[in-house]
């Protein structure tokens, strides 16, 4: 090696796509913390507009009054994975964008193909960036935003074990409702013309129903390791 230099490796991308409450966030933080990536929540980036169009008054029944106004905010996110950020603006959303409110308008939003342009570009600009590689979780990843990822990832589990998952997160949430909440963001985000929740062919899919969560980060860190040692 010249001047003795420590060989660097090259930047690793993961994509993790599945549907909501499959372990996606806390997998990916984990992963990218243990292996010192960079993490990109874009969840959070489609929640964080679909809280300024509310904010902003926007008739969200209306796609075209929302594709009007796509490129107006300024979203802006941290991708450290001990400490991840989102601001719209300039604000910190990181609590207002988790809202009930935003949760079942966030489908609408993100449907719009104006809005799936914009963030998707800031998403590619966030990946190619990212010194070491990044670990990026949502829906479309391996299948539209980055496409070429070093390893893709589907996560699934039972509607029963996610909406348990989730319920245990909104303190005191209805289990019924909140599944029935969910099937129903899944069913809008799958069938979406534009880049619908979807797994890429070459992903490998983890069903995380019966496994705990530091049973799925093992896995994930495992599968990375091994395409960095090129098997
Ligand atoms: N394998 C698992 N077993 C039990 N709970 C889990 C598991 N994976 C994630 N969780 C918990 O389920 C909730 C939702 O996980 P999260 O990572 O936010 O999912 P997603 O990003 O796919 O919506 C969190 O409270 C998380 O701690
Ligand atoms: N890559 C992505 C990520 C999220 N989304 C949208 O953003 C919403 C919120 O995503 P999220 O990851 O925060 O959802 P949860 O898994 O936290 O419930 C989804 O229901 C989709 O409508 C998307 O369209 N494409």
Request: hydrophobic share 40%; with cysteine; proline share 5%.
């Amino acid at each position: 090696m010249e001047n003795g230099a420590a060989p660097t490796a090259k930047p690793v991308i993961v994509a993790i796509d599945g549907p909501s409450g499959t372990g996606k966030s806390s997998t990916s933080k984990a992963v990218a913390a243990q292996l010192g990536l960079s993490y990109l929540d874009t969840g959070a980036q489609y929640r964080a507009i679909t809280w300024w169009m509310v904010t902003n008054g926007i008739d969200l029944e209306d796609p075209t009054a929302i594709a009007a106004v796509a490129g107006k905010p300024e979203i802006v996110s941290g991708t450290d994975p001990a400490a991840p950020t989102i601001t719209v603006d300039g604000v910190d959303v990181a609590g207002p964008i988790r809202t009930q409110e935003v949760t079942s308008k966030v489908s609408a939003v993100s449907a719009v193909p104006e809005v799936r342009t914009r963030i998707t570009e800031l998403q590619r600009s966030l990946a190619a960036g990212a010194e070491q590689g990044i670990v990026v979780e949502g829906r479309d990843i391996g299948t539209t935003v980055l496409p070429d990822a070093d390893l893709k990832i589907f996560l699934t589990a039972s509607p029963e074990a996610r909406a348990a998952r989730r319920s245990g997160e909104l303190k005191g949430a209805d289990l019924h409702t909140t599944r029935e909440a969910l099937i129903k963001r899944d069913a809008a985000d799958s069938s979406r013309k534009t880049s619908p929740l979807a797994k890429a062919d070459d992903a490998v899919e983890v069903d995380t129903t019966e496994l705990t969560l530091a049973q799925v980060i093992e896995c994930v860190v495992t599968l990375v390791e091994e395409k960095r040692a090129g098997k």
